[in-house]
């Protein structure tokens, strides 16, 4: 499987060494979008390519990519698409999964736009040391995360038939609408769990022991 980890520019939440394991633990390419690249630098780590009008790469984090002769690929600052989708749209079919540090917190409305990045991009997920949020379209299961703590939000105009099975609160063939919360706060009580779904996406939310 091939990994890559993408740096944004919100907040770099938890400790440290949770990033520096997990990337040791899952071999992956870095990339950077503009500020991103600040975290990245705080990790000690070298990224593979830097995207991004630039504007927000402290001077010294700079200085030191391009002395490590790291590729920085710079944009306008007037420009139709956000860094994020700058760098998504070059990598997106390179990678199995891309991982998104840093892309939640921050300003709210960078937040929400990070996080409707998974609309487009199927193999994106957003990582914290506390939560883990992703895009689910069909069939999908839960092995091995008994006692976890989990939310599914409605993220297209409408799900038809969701069933939960493996979890406190089970559900079967629901159909659900967007701004209706019937599926938050929910937690696996079994060693295999699955969610099943006719059509529609959700946004799977795992908050992490």
């Known amino acids: 499987m091939k990994i890559a980890y993408l740096f944004l520019n919100g ?10 394991n997990f990337i040791e633990n899952h071999k992956g390419d870095v990339y950077c979008a ?12 070298i990224p593979k390519e ?34 994020s989708e700058l760098v998504l749209n070059e990598i997106e079919n390179k990678y199995d999964v891309i991982y998104c540090i840093g892309g939640l917190g921050g300003s709210i ?15 994106l997920i957003f990582i914290s040391e506390k939560e883990k949020i992703f895009k689910i379209d069909s069939d999908y299961k839960f092995n091995d995360m008994e006692k976890t703590k989990i939310s599914f939000i409605i993220f ?49 939310v795992i908050k992490e022991n």
């Open 50 to 83: 830097i995207y991004g009008d630039l504007d927000s790469i402290k001077d010294e984090v700079k200085e030191f990519y391009y002395k490590k002769n790291v590729k920085f690929i710079k944009f306008k600052v007037e420009k139709d698409y956000t860094d």
């Open 109 to 123: 409305d960078h937040e929400l736009t990070n996080i409707n990045l998974l609309a487009k991009y199927d193999n």
């Open 11 to 20: 907040e770099l939440r938890g400790n440290k060494n949770f990033y520096l």
């Open 156 to 204: 297209s105009d409408e799900v038809k038939a969701l069933s939960l099975k493996g979890f406190k609160y089970n559900i079967e063939n629901l159909d659900i609408k967007k701004g209706e919360a019937r599926c938050i706060s929910n937690i696996i009580i079994e060693n295999k769990a699955n969610l099943s779904i006719r059509s529609g996406s959700v946004l799977c």
């Open 34 to 45: 503009d500020g991103g690249t600040n975290f990245c630098y705080e990790l000690d780590l």
